[in-house]
C-alpha cells in the first residue's frame, strides 16, 4: 500500500532532520576518520537536503493535485500541481544557498531573482486559479443559469477553477476567471428548478 502525500512528507523531513544530525556527529567525534572528507561536506549536505527536499516538494505538489482533483477538474489540478513545484524548487534552492554558506546579500539577490522569475511565471494562472476558487465559493452564477459577462452571451454549461464555459447555439466560449471577477455579470434567467409536488392533506369525501 503506498504512503498518502502526507505520511511522505513527514517522512522525508524526519529523514533529512536525522541524516544531518548524523553527519554532524560523526565530524564532531571522528574528526580523524572524517578529515578526509571534510572538503566534500558541503556537497555531501546539499544532496541530503536535495533528494529528500525534492521528495517534499513531489509530495506537496501531489496533496494539492488530489485535493484540488475533488473540487474540479483533472487539468486544472494538475496546473496547480506544476505551480506548487516550481515554487516547491524555488524555495529548495534557497535552502541549498544556505548549506553553502551564501552570503545573505547574495542569497537575497537570488531569492528575489528567482521569486521575480516565479512570479511573472505564476502571475496570471494563480489570479485566474485564485478567481476561480472565489465563484465557486461565491457562486454568483451555477450552470444551467444563461448570463452575460465579459462581453459573451451563453448557458452556462461548466464552472472550473481556471475558467467557465458557456455554451451558445454555435458554439462553446471558455472565460478565464480572472476576467470574470473584473466583469459586470448580468443574469439574463435563472436555472429553473424542479418544483416538488404537493401532498394531499385532506382526505376527499366519497
Given amino acids: 500500500m503506498s504512503r498518502s ?36 561536506r558541503s556537497y555531501i549536505n546539499a544532496g541530503v537536503v536535495l533528494v529528500f527536499g525534492w521528495g517534499v516538494v513531489k509530495s506537496l505538489a501531489q496533496l494539492s493535485f488530489e485535493y484540488f482533483k475533488r473540487i474540479t477538474d483533472e487539468a486544472t489540478a494538475a496546473t496547480i500541481r506544476s505551480i506548487v513545484r516550481i515554487i516547491g524548487l524555488g524555495v529548495l534552492f534557497s535552502l541549498l544557498s544556505s548549506v553553502f554558506n551564501i552570503n545573505a546579500a547574495s542569497a537575497l539577490t537570488l531569492g528575489s ?13 494563480l489570479n485566474h486559479a485564485v478567481s476561480g476558487i472565489f465563484i465557486i465559493i461565491t457562486r454568483p452564477f451555477k450552470v444551467g443559469d444563461t448570463v452575460t459577462v465579459a462581453g459573451q452571451s451563453g448557458k452556462v454549461k461548466d464552472i472550473r477553477i481556471m475558467y467557465t464555459l458557456l455554451e451558445t447555439d454555435e458554439k462553446e466560449i471558455l472565460i478565464p476567471s480572472g476576467t470574470i471577477i473584473g466583469s459586470v455579470i448580468h443574469i439574463i434567467r435563472k436555472k429553473e428548478e424542479p418544483k416538488k409536488e404537493k401532498k394531499a392533506t385532506e382526505e376527499q369525501s366519497s
Fill in 5 to 40: 502525500p502526507i505520511a511522505k512528507i513527514i517522512l522525508y523531513i524526519t529523514l533529512t532532520i536525522i541524516i544531518l544530525f548524523l553527519l554532524d556527529f560523526l565530524f564532531i567525534t571522528f574528526p580523524s576518520v572524517m578529515e578526509q572528507f571534510e572538503d566534500y
Fill in 113 to 125: 531573482f528567482m521569486g521575480m522569475v516565479i512570479g511573472f511565471a505564476t502571475q496570471k494562472v
